[in-house]
């Protein structure tokens, strides 16, 4: 049982360290995406010390509460969406014998907790008592619910395929990227890509923090470590979902192993190789978009994904049944 | 051209750079000819002459299949008004009201005529010559007047 | 669809580039020769004294009016009037080297600075002084008042076609 | 195509005031917005934020000391301003300007034309994309693109933004060395990039989803409001000055004049993106044909009143980034202007804002505002 303990703490500390860098990953990447440097000076060679500058900068920030705001749950929000990030990670694995829980039902695990995050969202904007977070608050709200049932649904797709709901199965059914072999992998791919976006409110989907209209997103009452909870939360759950992809579609730590070494170290490897690859793509899709419009957001959900999605999962039970 | 075929119709004279000089009173008359065959109102602009004390209107108008441009000019008096052409041209709007707010003149059925470029509440028109240039630049000072609640 | 595939194949071409920036504290632009540059420095000859000879030319033509020059009653060194007191209001200088090609004498030039800043309003108050000391520390920009002068005067007698 | 937007009606409209300070009014303009629901009923500009009284400048100081002011007027591409009023004061005072200034005159005003069509561009998809997503990293590049335009400018003139490259008669700076290579170099690095963002923009199902049939503006209706330039070009009317009325040996190059068909916003952004390459077609040629000669025909100014116009008016206008911008000058024979009108482009196509809003959504405004690029200091002069 301890040694079950010590594992969980050394796993989300190196989740929240994964994450820490996450932002600087994603600033350095944008910045060569648009040619410039980023961070450059903080820790001298390419401001490997940026994060850590940024996390005391949001701790020593003075932590204003609005003064006819809600207190009880105005405090509470942010804790709630970064805890209902941080336990989707229990269902992931890192290596076939490393993982924190091995659920018989992962993958809706990971969907139920992870909707904590909306009820989070939603408590803030309300408690903020501010006209532009509660309006934010409802558009995030609507966006994540109309683009959650997508994802769920082409999540479905390797379940099926591979028989079971737990992620250990999923992955060691997947030889080669055994989810993507058949047509409809491939759109179930894509499909949770997109609406993995919308999830996380990431351009092109970030209708919620548009600054034309509205001035920020929900958490623009916060400030200090509040605020960075809700910064953290969106970069746990991103990190979240592309660990969940590669290991549903791109069959996690699977590859070839040297023979040389303990081989999770190898597994850990890969799977670290394949979510920074599926990082990629969401942040190059991030950086080359122009935000949609709020009344072509809704309809492009319920129009366009969730038929696809379903008829897609429709297929891949017949072509199970088939083979 | 056309700008000679409406000179004849309407027996203006021309000044030596080539604008058509109308009086006020044929107005409408000469703006009727004026809208068949040019379509396109460039810009309208008036000069104060405190010699005489009046201004000089001038209108601008453009044809363009054979691109082709005209000016007219027409002399008014002081605080005389002068009929306003966003009947033909919706553009004229912003252009009279900016003249209204620059030199004073009136336009009669115009949409809103309100001052345009300046706040409301600005005393005089700019553009006049007998407008003072070394003036203090005004300086707001709450106490003295209260905020000005604005109709939209 | 897969037109969408072309957007990202711009970004990532994008993102093979090699970067743009230019640090700016440790590598810095090279200033071309003809820079109008914020500030400006009187100029001195061989032997020391001042090439101005207040003929106030500067203070006439500089649209926003900021140069004022008080000539001195008795001839300088060089058989010349010298200015004793040349202020320029820097604050309100249009950069737009009018004052420099005006100058009879080459005395007026702008300096090749780039970040020239001053805390106070003192400061932007150029006066004589301070401008010979700046004509020494810094370095001159090549469109002096003669530069301009030749290259602008159309040659004796040329045929202007106007083409 | 725009199916109709079944909102809530709700009776009472709410007044939003889209204030002076708003990251995307390109500069100070307030819209006053009477909304229902998401829809606008009724818009009002409240223009007059930058109004400097440049006009009023233009009767006090000499023609000499009022060019360098003007560059501030439309402050993106500033040669085209003293160019207008070059021109105006040249066919009133007839003095005659050298062939090889007028090819400077003309390479120079396509490029800051391919400048200010450059910050358009990257304002208009900054806007539609937010800071933190595609529109900045087009705004980016554009501005990576524009840097190589002022480098020529800053080696040329001495200044980047306000060159102050003209005067009456020619102009005030003679083609540096090595400059043919640079704007060759800068040109073709320009027409690969552009086809590039157009690469990026037209696929761009977002993008086309933002912009196609939003703020359509029909011919009649942009003539009558007096537009000019690439807001009418993208009517469908071909009219362009360079072309209608050549001035300063335009009619030496051939180049197109791109049109739109429904006048979308979509439309306009095809025409300037055209208008760029014709720009660039433009500055080839002009750089080949650079005949040899003297830069000005008058002697340098030596003292503001060196510059006298005989008594008389004068209108010259010529073809701005953004439309017809035309110098009125009535002179009394002083070396000061009796009255400057300045016929600013953007001040026209600016009051079709009201007409065009009518019936979009909020999130629309900010797509035909950036269509129309509007500059502010040439709307308030």
């Not at chain 1, 992870?114 to 309300?126: K, R, T």
């Not at chain 2, 703006?31 to 005489?52: C, G, Q, W």
């Not at chain 3, 001839?75 to 209001?89: D, R, W």
């Amino acid at each position: 049982m301890a040694e079950l303990i010590l594992f969980t703490i050394i796993y989300l500390l190196f989740a929240l360290t994964v994450v820490m860098y996450l932002t600087w990953f994603e600033r350095k990447f944008a910045a060569r995406i648009q040619n410039r440097v980023g961070p450059y000076y903080v820790g001298r060679p390419h401001g490997w010390l940026q994060p850590l500058a940024d996390v005391l900068k949001l701790m020593l920030k003075e932590d204003i509460v609005p003064e006819k705001a809600d207190k009880p749950i105005f405090n509470i929000a942010p804790f709630l969406v970064f805890i209902g990030a941080l336990l989707t990670f229990s269902v992931l694995p890192v290596a076939n014998n490393l993982y924190i829980s091995d659920l018989s039902v992962g993958i809706i695990y990971f969907f139920a907790v992870s909707s904590l995050i909306i009820f989070g969202v939603f408590l803030a904007g309300w408690a903020s008592n501010s006209k532009y977070a509660l309006i934010s608050a409802f558009r995030a709200g609507a966006q994540v619910v109309s683009y959650e049932i997508p994802l769920i649904l082409s999540a479905l797709v390797p379940v099926v395929l591979a028989g079971s709901l737990k992620t250990n199965d999923i992955v060691s059914a997947q030889n080669i990227p055994y989810a993507l072999y058949p047509v409809f992998g491939w759109i179930s791919f894509i499909i949770f890509i997109i609406a993995g976006l919308a999830e996380e409110n990431k351009v092109p989907f970030d209708v919620p923090e548009a600054e034309s209209e509205l001035v920020a997103a929900y958490n623009v009452e916060y400030s200090g470590m509040k605020f960075a909870l809700f910064y953290a939360a969106e970069y746990v759950h991103i990190l979240a979902l592309s660990v969940l992809a590669s290991l549903l579609f791109l069959s996690g730590y699977r590859g070839f192993y040297p023979n040389f070494g303990p081989e999770w170290i190898w597994q850990v490897l890969w799977l670290v190789l394949k979510s920074l690859f599926m990082l990629c793509i969401f942040l190059l899709i991030r950086w080359s978009f122009v935000r949609i419009r709020i009344d072509r957001l809704l309809t492009f959900s319920w129009r366009y994904l969730f038929p696809i999605s379903l008829i897609n999962l429709f297929l891949a039970g017949l072509w199970k049944i088939f083979f | 051209m056309k700008k000679e075929k409406l000179k004849e119709e309407l027996k203006l004279e021309e000044t030596k750079d080539g604008t058509l000089i109308f009086q006020k009173g044929e107005f409408y008359h000469v703006m009727e000819k004026v809208r068949e065959n040019f379509p396109y109102l460039s810009f309208i602009t008036a000069i104060h002459f405190p010699k005489d004390k009046g201004f000089e209107v001038v209108y601008a108008f453009r044809n363009i299949e054979e691109s082709e441009i005209i000016l007219l000019k027409t002399k008014i008096k002081e605080g005389e008004k002068l009929s306003s052409l966003y009947k033909y041209y919706k553009g004229a709007d912003w252009m009279e009201r900016e003249i209204y707010d620059l030199f004073g003149i009136e336009f009669e059925n115009h949409p809103d005529l309100r001052r345009i470029v300046l706040p409301e509440d600005w005393e005089g028109h700019p553009l006049r010559k007998d407008y003072p240039i070394n003036r203090a630049p005004l300086k707001y000072d709450y106490r003295k007047k209260p905020l000005l609640r604005r109709e939209i | 669809m897969f037109k969408v595939l072309k957007v990202l194949k711009v970004t990532f071409k994008n993102f093979l580039r090699e970067t743009f920036t230019v640090m700016y504290p440790d590598k810095r632009k090279e200033i071309p020769d003809r820079y109008r540059g914020p500030l400006f420095a009187l100029t001195v000859d061989k032997d020391g004294n001042l090439k101005c000879i207040a003929c106030r030319l500067c203070e006439q033509i500089c649209p926003s009016q900021i140069i004022t020059v008080s000539p001195s009653k008795e001839k300088g060194p060089t058989g010349k009037p010298y200015p004793e007191k040349f202020t320029l209001m820097l604050e309100a200088c249009l950069a737009c080297e009018l004052c420099i090609q005006v100058c009879p004498t080459d005395a007026i030039v702008m300096l090749k600075i780039h970040g020239w800043a001053a805390e106070s309003h003192e400061e932007m108050f150029l006066t004589l002084e301070k401008m010979v000391e700046y004509g020494k520390k810094y370095e001159k920009t090549a469109s002096t008042a003669s530069a301009l002068r030749e290259m602008q005067t159309p040659p004796r007698g040329a045929q202007i076609s106007t083409g | 195509m725009r199916e109709k937007i079944k909102t809530f009606e709700s009776e009472e409209e709410i007044i939003l005031n889209m204030g002076p300070q708003h990251p995307s009014t390109h500069g100070v303009l307030r819209i006053i917005l009477k909304l229902s629901g998401e829809k606008i009923v009724e818009a009002k500009p409240d223009i007059g934020y930058l109004h400097r009284g440049v006009e009023k400048l233009g009767e006090t100081v000499t023609y000499v000391q009022f060019l360098p002011m003007l560059d501030r007027n439309d402050y993106l591409s500033a040669t085209t301003n003293e160019f207008g009023f070059v021109l105006a004061v040249e066919k009133l005072a007839n003095i005659p300007v050298p062939e090889r200034a007028q090819y400077i005159r003309v390479l120079f005003s396509e490029l800051s034309r391919l400048a200010s069509h450059l910050v358009w561009l990257g304002t208009f998809c900054l806007d539609l994309g937010g800071a933190l997503g595609g529109g900045t990293s087009i705004f980016l590049f554009c501005f990576r693109e524009r840097e190589k335009i002022l480098d020529i400018f800053e080696k040329m003139t001495g200044a980047r933004l306000h060159p102050h490259l003209m005067q009456f008669g020619g102009v005030r700076y003679d083609v540096y060395p090595g400059m043919d290579k640079e704007v060759k170099k800068a040109c073709d690095l320009l027409e690969e990039r552009i086809d590039e963002y157009e690469d990026m923009l037209v696929n761009n199902p977002v993008f086309i989803d933002r912009t196609k049939g939003v703020g359509v503006l029909s011919k009649e209706v942009a003539l009558e409001y007096g537009c000019s330039g690439p807001v009418l070009r993208g009517s469908g009317v071909k009219y362009d000055l360079r072309k209608a009325h050549p001035y300063s040996s335009y009619d030496k190059f051939d180049f197109e004049i791109p049109v739109g068909e429904n006048g979308d916003v979509f439309d306009r952004f095809k025409v300037r993106m055209e208008e760029m390459r014709q720009s660039i077609r433009i500055v080839r040629q002009a750089l080949e044909g650079l005949p040899e000669g003297p830069i000005a025909s008058q002697m340098p100014v030596k003292v503001k009143v060196a510059v006298k116009t005989p008594p008389g008016e004068v209108y010259a206008a010529i073809e701005s980034p953004r439309g017809e911008l035309g110098y009125y000058i009535y002179s009394d024979g002083k070396p000061t202007a009796y009255r400057v009108k300045i016929r600013a482009p953007s001040f026209s196509n600016l009051s079709v804002l009201p007409y065009l809003l009518k019936g979009h959504l909020v999130a629309d405004i900010v797509a035909i505002l950036g269509s129309l690029d509007p500059v502010f200091g040439d709307v308030d002069r």
